[in-house]
T-cell receptor
Framework: AQSVTQLGSHVSVSEGALVLLRCNYS??????LFWYVQYPNQGLQLLLK??????LVKGINGFEAEFKKSETSFHLTKPSAHMSDAAEYFC?????????????FGSGTKLNVKP | DGGITQSPKYLFRKEGQNVTLSCEQN?????MYWYRQDPGQGLRLIYY???????QKGDIAEGYSVSREKKESFPLTVTSAQKNPTAFYLC??????????????FGDGTRLSIL
């Protein structure tokens, strides 16, 4: 069975501090992994994706994520938080089922950035 | 700019009423999807379509119906059989559904509430 677990439904950091959002996945096949960001009352925007070319993936807005197969993790980081980073973040895994690639989403982590 | 347009942004349904949510894309994507988002639950797949005139049930299709008569359009009808329709509905698309590393692109959502 495929699933995505995001540890911590709410994370709070100070402006300028490190952001670390955790994502662990379970998959019986090599996964394709994604991070999305959602601002209030908006859709999801793609931050970055892992597609096996490199374990450290750089995305937009200074975010990056590292794929660790041994830990089945794909944690999202940003060295210095900005107020505009306050949003909800979703980790997703794409798994092939017959001729369809199904996305499994985590339950999301809301990031609060304190001034 | 290419993208996905969902309308209306807010929708109210009376008891026993069917309502239709619109989703239009100009990305020339073959695959389209409908998700339901509830607080703290991530996204759940309602229906998906890989090509015109074809669609498949997702994980929570009961009480919903779709059509795919044109490549650009994938409307979702929430029927009176859906007893708990209050949620945020997201439409997404991808180039094709059969390629694993392709991200999904999202519209800005429709928030449906019961009167």
């Amino acid at each position: 069975a495929q699933s995505v677990t995001q540890l911590g439904s709410h994370v709070s950091v100070s402006e300028g501090a490190l952001v670390l959002l955790r994502c662990n996945y379970s998959s019986s096949v090599p996964p394709y992994l994604f991070w999305y960001v959602q601002y209030p009352n908006q859709g999801l925007q793609l931050l970055l994706k892992y597609t096996s070319a490199a374990t450290l993936v750089k995305g937009i807005n200074g975010f990056e994520a590292e794929f660790k197969k041994s830990e089945t993790s794909f944690h999202l980081t940003k060295p210095s938080a900005h107020m505009s980073d306050a949003a909800e973040y979703f980790c997703a895994v794409s798994v092939r089922i017959y001729n369809f690639n199904k996305f499994y989403f985590g339950s999301g982590t809301k990031l609060n950035v304190k001034p | 700019d290419g993208g996905i347009t969902q309308s209306p942004k807010y929708l109210f349904r009376k008891e026993g009423q069917n309502v239709t949510l619109s989703c239009e894309q100009n990305l020339n994507h073959d695959a389209m999807y409908w998700y339901r988002q509830d607080p703290g639950q991530g996204l759940r797949l309602i229906y998906y379509s890989q090509i015109v005139n074809d669609f498949q049930k997702g994980d929570i299709a009961e009480g919903y119906s779709v059509s795919r008569e044109k490549k650009e359009s994938f409307p979702l009808t929430v029927t009176s059989a859906q007893k708990n329709p209050t949620a945020f509905y997201l439409c997404a698309s991808s180039i094709v559904a059969s390629v694993s590393n392709q991200p999904q692109h999202f519209g800005d959502g429709t928030r449906l509430s019961i009167l």
